[in-house]
């Protein structure tokens, strides 16, 4: 079955640094990748998105890449802020029948400094 | 534009209780998909809806579960008899379409305590 797997939090930075967390995944077929965001006592946010092999999906400095060579889609941002600190979630979809169901990731937390 | 609603926030149920998680999707979604968040884990599905149909309810455990989504008003999910392993959050989400890549809109989640 469908699988997400992503680096185990918390994650810990300063202000400004650089940003990457690590989400592989296992599919049959061609999934969709999505990236989604938890704030503290709310529901998850789409971040961003990508639909096929070597899309880019970005969004409020985030970034992330399909790699189908490598089952991939690490998160990046280049300078991350205090008000980025929240757990994220790598997602696929799954694309039997009509179904737009996500297989989700554990998540990862990140903890931004000043 | 109101995002996916779920009520309540919270809630609270002794073991052995009945507890009933509503949600009312964004205008002019007609699919519904309800997870389980358990303690520091990710989402895990549960069931997927259409108006007055169950698609998918391969996440639903066997028993005491249920869902149901009628054509007027909004997604219920009832577990009946809850049990101590029932806490978690739970999320509703919905989409204009079920099919390929359509992002879901989640809502705040209700978070339930069995004490």
């Known amino acids: 079955g469908n699988s997400v797997t992503q680096m185990e939090g918390p994650v810990t930075l300063s202000e400004e640094a650089f940003l990457t967390i690590n989400c592989t995944y296992t599919a049959t077929g061609y999934p969709s990748l999505f990236w989604y965001v938890q704030y503290p006592g709310e529901g998850l946010q789409l971040l961003l998105k990508a639909t096929k092999a070597d899309d880019k999906g970005s969004n409020k400095g985030f970034e992330a890449t399909y790699r189908k060579e490598t089952t991939s889609f690490h998160l990046e941002k280049g300078s991350v802020q205090v008000s980025d600190s929240a757990v994220y979630f790598c997602a696929l979809s799954d694309e039997t029948g009509t179904a737009s169901k996500l297989t989700f990731g554990t998540g990862t937390r990140l903890q931004v400094t000043l | 534009n109101a995002g996916v609603m779920q009520n309540p926030r919270h809630l609270v149920r002794r073991r052995g209780q009945e507890a009933r998680l509503r949600c009312s999707p964004m205008k002019g979604h007609s699919h519904v998909y309800w997870y389980r968040q358990l303690p520091e884990e990710g989402l895990k599905f549960m069931v997927y809806?259409?108006?007055?149909?169950?698609?998918?309810e391969s996440g639903m455990p066997k028993e005491r579960f249920s869902a149901e989504f009628p054509k007027e008003g909004p997604s219920i999910l009832r577990i009946q008899q809850v049990v101590r392993g029932d806490s978690a959050a739970y999320f509703c989400?919905?989409?204009?379409?079920?099919?390929?890549?359509?992002?879901?809109?989640f809502g705040n989640g209700t978070r339930l305590t069995v004490t």
């Open positions: 989400a919905s989409s204009p379409i079920g099919g390929l890549g359509s992002p879901l809109h």
């Open positions: 809806l259409q108006k007055e149909n169950i698609i998918d």
